[in-house]
């Protein structure tokens, strides 16, 4: 952690402090929940541990990774989108509807349009002053109102799949392309993130905002930019939905937003701010996925199959919060 | 972090130059790709995977659809898979895209998909796969089943009938003449439509039933509730019986009559809800009309299981039973009984009887 602000005063600022065993393992406790959950499944039905059941998953996995990577940011900002379902139940509408004109340039206008309405809703938070959960409460509905009243309040197919073709190929056979596409994104924002000042303004954001203003950080515009890429991230992610469903619905997202909610804190993401990363949100997501496709597969009736979700849900963040990060619970 | 982030970097890096090396293909590769129409080698009858996948067990008319593909399993020595998926669209894509990344080569899935549009994903799927494969209720109408090896059969019901058979049982409940108002259903969906058509034919073949009122009232009971108590309160005593889409608005409507005091109004509904069928006993309900849920969850699995045993071939499948309605009965106080506690018999699932309930191909 390179960032200045940090929840307990360094000894000495000029040397670097090594991490600890114990903070090494809590950094790869995401990964250590994967591995563990895949591992009980497999003693569940043997045969869930083949290649191609693993290629399904990742596959089914690859939208929630891109949701929950966009709303990471405005997690580590110390916000919260609760508009990315909607917002990608209503980008599967927008392509439906659009490609027909468009063509190949759909996927880049639907993003864009996400992105936008995303931006807005950055801007409304900052400049009205209102919060987070307040204005994507808002946006949440009114999407879902508005992709409800442009579809007719009905699915609307997709007869000409060459646009989205290329996300349901495979890559050597084993990577479905989607999920490429997902890791690229993770990748992508995380090396943005990475290499510029803008890790330590989010970071600073996110663990006290009044701080980082008096530190000169340009926290509106950071806030913008989080809420920017959340929503373009909800647009990818309806394109990825589209290509596997072959049709845009008003409602085709909505019962994404709590397992992306999920996903980010599984990974270990403080919700309040400041700690986290895109990295542990893959893991969060596919630990997500793999309990929500996992547990019927082998075979856990429907009545324990929700029990079973929500205490290993819990368990999970047990596992992967990071406490010394952690000095308030809200 | 620092240390998570470089190896995961590295990690990402190698592959993403591996992936730059290799190309791309159409399909995951794997060693049990079934291959499509694995018709041609069937599969001995104890190898036979059956899963029957509906929205809810909480909804009474679809866990008794599984309890009736598990009374099939049963009666070939095998058990049924249960899946739901809580009426939600993408889940119920993952959850079919997760087993058929199984062993498909003798899978058999019975599906209510979850609407129109959701079933040409489940269908191209299971052609990929290999696997057998049968849905109900749900099919956009310019899918043809027949161009399809792996999608034996389509089963619906026909709404125009249920709506008329109940309309007629509500004439003559009335005495043939009287004022009627009708509930309609969730005015976009085929079942809505057609059962109110049925209405219609059912109204012109009894020109003394006058119909005061149409008004939806979303399938929902609560909805009925407060609808029939408006439309009661403007129509008063003229209103001699009511119609409604399914039991759900007509429980809410019997709820709405008992508040006004009314014992003299004759209420219809389709589905045959446990609540619809106690109300048909008490005599507070007339009629109600019943596809037959367990027979539903067994004839989706025995079709399956009869061509993936090689008892029947889909080429012997004649082209009116791969998409076709199914006959539905019409339940009254005389013969609520049998329908209480439905049972599914071994000979409706026998493999030269499964279609013996056909009502003529889906025009």
Same mark, same amino acid.
């Given at each position: 952690?390179?960032?200045?602000?940090?929840?307990?005063?360094?000894?000495?600022?000029?040397?670097?402090?090594?991490?600890?065993?114990?903070?090494?393992?809590?950094?790869?406790?995401?990964?250590?929940?994967?591995?563990?959950?895949?591992?009980?499944?497999?003693?569940?039905?043997?045969?869930?541990?083949?290649?191609?059941?693993?290629?399904?998953?990742? =596959?089914?996995?690859?939208?929630?990774?891109?949701?929950?990577?966009?709303?990471?940011?405005?997690?580590?900002?110390?916000?919260?989108?609760?508009?990315?379902?909607?917002?990608?139940?209503?980008?599967?509408?927008?392509?439906?509807?659009?490609?027909?004109?468009?063509?190949?340039?759909?996927?880049?206008?639907?993003?864009?349009?996400?992105?936008?309405?995303?931006?807005?809703?950055?801007?409304?938070?900052?400049?009205? =002053?209102?919060?987070?959960?307040?204005?994507?409460?808002?946006?949440?509905?009114?999407?879902?109102?508005?992709?409800?009243?442009?579809?007719?309040?009905?699915?609307?197919?997709?007869?000409?799949?060459?646009?989205?073709?290329?996300?349901?190929?495979?890559?050597?056979?084993?990577?479905?392309?989607?999920?490429?596409?997902?890791?690229?994104?993770?990748?992508?924002?995380?090396?943005?993130?990475?290499?510029?000042?803008?890790?330590?303004?989010?970071?600073?954001?996110?663990?006290?905002?009044?701080?980082? =203003?008096?530190?000169?950080?340009?926290?509106?515009?950071?806030?913008?930019?989080?809420?920017?890429?959340?929503?373009?991230?909800?647009?990818?992610?309806?394109?990825?939905?589209?290509? =596997?469903?072959?049709?845009?619905?008003?409602?085709?997202?909505?019962?994404?937003?709590?397992?992306?909610?999920?996903?980010?804190?599984?990974?270990?993401?403080?919700?309040?701010?400041?700690?986290?990363?895109?990295?542990?949100?893959?893991?969060?997501?596919?630990?997500?996925?793999?309990?929500?496709?996992?547990?019927?597969?082998?075979?856990?009736?429907?009545?324990?199959?929700?029990?079973?979700?929500?205490?290993?849900?819990?368990?999970?963040?047990?596992?992967?919060?990071?406490?010394?990060?952690?000095?308030?619970?809200? | 972090?620092?240390?998570?982030?470089?190896?995961?970097?590295?990690?990402?890096?190698?592959?993403?130059?591996?992936?730059?090396?290799?190309?791309?293909? %159409?399909?995951?590769?794997?060693?049990?790709?079934?291959?499509?129409?694995?018709?041609?080698? &069937?599969?001995?009858?104890?190898?036979?995977?059956?899963?029957?996948?509906?929205?809810?067990?909480?909804?009474?008319?679809?866990?008794?659809?599984?309890?009736?593909?598990?009374?099939?399993?049963?009666?070939?020595?095998?058990?049924?898979?249960?899946?739901?998926?809580?009426?939600?669209?993408?889940?119920?894509?993952?959850?079919?895209?997760?087993?058929?990344?199984?062993?498909?080569?003798?899978?058999?899935?019975?599906?209510?998909?979850?609407?129109?549009?959701?079933?040409?994903?489940?269908?191209?799927?299971?052609?990929?796969?290999?696997? *057998?494969?049968?849905?109900?209720?749900?099919?956009?109408?310019?899918?043809?089943?027949?161009?399809?090896?792996?999608?034996?059969?389509?089963?619906?019901?026909?709404?125009?009938?249920?709506?008329?058979?109940?309309?007629?049982?509500?004439?003559?409940?009335?005495?043939?003449?009287?004022?009627?108002?009708?509930?309609?259903?969730?005015?976009?969906?085929?079942?809505?439509?057609?059962?109110?058509?049925?209405?219609?034919?059912?109204?012109?073949?009894?020109?003394?039933?006058?119909?005061?009122?149409?008004?939806?009232?979303?399938?929902?009971?609560?909805?009925?509730?407060?609808?029939?108590?408006?439309?009661?309160?403007?129509?008063?005593?003229?209103?001699?019986?009511?119609?409604?889409?399914?039991?759900?608005?007509?429980?809410?409507?019997?709820?709405?009559?008992?508040?006004?005091?009314?014992?003299?109004?004759?209420?219809?509904?389709?589905?045959?809800?446990?609540?619809?069928?106690?109300?048909?006993?008490?005599?507070?309900?007339?009629?109600?009309?019943? &596809?037959?849920?367990?027979?539903?969850?067994?004839?989706?699995?025995?079709?399956?299981?009869?061509?993936?045993?090689?008892?029947?071939?889909?080429?012997?499948?004649?082209?009116?039973?791969?998409?076709?309605?199914?006959?539905? *009965?019409?339940? %009254?106080?005389?013969?609520?009984?049998?329908?209480?506690?439905?049972?599914?018999?071994?000979?409706?699932?026998?493999?030269?009887?499964? *279609?013996?309930?056909?009502?003529?191909?889906? &025009?």
């Amino acid at each position: 952690m390179s960032t200045p602000v940090v929840t307990k005063p360094a000894p000495d600022a000029a040397t670097v402090a090594r991490p600890t065993v114990g903070q090494r393992l809590t950094a790869f406790m995401p990964v250590i929940a994967l591995v563990v959950l895949l591992a009980a499944l497999t003693v569940a039905d043997p045969s869930f541990l083949t290649q191609s059941s693993l290629t399904a998953v990742v =596959r089914t996995a690859a939208p929630l990774v891109v949701l929950a990577a966009g709303a990471t940011l405005v997690v580590l900002c110390g916000g919260i989108d609760l508009s990315i379902a909607a917002l990608c139940s209503l980008g599967t509408v927008l392509f439906a509807m659009w490609l027909p004109d468009l063509g190949g340039l759909t996927l880049l206008a639907v993003v864009a349009a996400t992105g936008a309405i995303g931006a807005l809703q950055g801007l409304a938070h900052v400049f009205l =002053r209102i919060p987070s959960f307040i204005v994507t409460l808002g946006g949440m509905s009114i999407f879902g109102a508005v992709a409800l009243v442009i579809s007719d309040a009905g699915p609307i197919r997709v007869v000409d799949r060459e646009a989205t073709h290329w996300l349901t190929l495979y890559l050597a056979g084993v990577l479905p392309m989607a999920f490429v596409v997902a890791l690229l994104v993770v990748a992508v924002v995380w090396t943005v993130q990475r290499f510029t000042p803008l890790d330590s303004w989010i970071r600073a954001t996110g663990y006290s905002e009044s701080a980082a =203003r008096l530190a000169s950080a340009p926290v509106d515009r950071v806030k913008v930019a989080a809420f920017t890429v959340s929503g373009a991230c909800a647009g990818l992610a309806a394109v990825m939905l589209v290509s =596997r469903n072959f049709s845009g619905s008003p409602t085709m997202a909505d019962n994404l937003l709590l397992p992306a909610v999920a996903a980010i804190v599984v990974g270990g993401t403080a919700i309040t701010g400041g700690h986290g990363s895109l990295w542990r949100s893959l893991a969060g997501a596919l630990v997500v996925t793999l309990l929500r496709v996992g547990l019927p597969i082998v075979g856990v009736p429907s009545a324990y199959e929700q029990i079973l979700y929500g205490a290993i849900i819990v368990a999970a963040v047990a596992l992967t919060l990071d406490r010394s990060k952690l000095l308030i619970i809200k | 972090m620092k240390f998570t982030s470089r190896r995961t970097a590295a990690v990402v890096g190698v592959a993403l130059a591996a992936a730059t090396l290799t190309a791309c293909t %159409e399909e995951a590769a794997g060693d049990d790709t079934g291959d499509a129409g694995a018709a041609t080698e &069937s599969c001995d009858p104890s190898e036979v995977t059956l899963v029957g996948q509906v929205r809810n067990e909480s909804n009474p008319y679809e866990a008794s659809w599984l309890d009736g593909g598990d009374a099939f399993a049963e009666q070939v020595g095998l058990s049924q898979e249960r899946l739901t998926y809580d009426g939600d669209s993408t889940r119920q894509q993952e959850q079919i895209s997760q087993l058929l990344a199984g062993d498909t080569d003798c899978l058999v899935m019975n599906v209510l998909p979850n609407g129109d549009s959701d079933t040409p994903p489940i269908v191209e799927g299971a052609e990929e796969a290999g696997a *057998f494969l049968v849905t109900q209720w749900n099919k956009p109408a310019d899918l043809a089943v027949t161009d399809y090896d792996s999608w034996l059969s389509h089963i619906t019901y026909d709404g125009v009938d249920s709506g008329k058979q109940i309309g007629d049982a509500l004439a003559e409940a009335i005495g043939g003449s009287g004022g009627i108002i009708a509930l309609q259903g969730i005015l976009d969906t085929g079942a809505a439509k057609d059962r109110f058509a049925g209405l219609e034919e059912s109204l012109a073949g009894n020109p003394d039933v006058e119909l005061l009122d149409d008004q939806t009232a979303n399938f929902s009971r609560a909805e009925a509730l407060d609808v029939t108590k408006t439309l009661l309160t403007k129509h008063g005593e003229d209103v001699k019986g009511i119609w409604a889409a399914n039991d759900d608005m007509a429980l809410g409507a019997l709820e709405a009559l008992e508040q006004a005091g009314r014992t003299d109004v004759a209420v219809v509904g389709i589905d045959a809800v446990p609540d619809a069928l106690t109300a048909i006993e008490d005599g507070t309900m007339t009629a109600t009309v019943s &596809s037959d849920g367990p027979w539903q969850g067994g004839i989706g699995l025995a079709i399956g299981y009869c061509v993936a045993t090689g008892e029947l071939a889909v080429e012997d499948i004649a082209a009116e039973d791969r998409a076709w309605y199914a006959e539905q *009965f019409l339940i %009254e106080q005389e013969n609520v009984g049998d329908f209480v506690a439905p049972e599914t018999s071994e000979s409706d699932f026998a493999c030269d009887n499964l *279609f013996s309930r056909s009502q003529g191909a889906i &025009s």
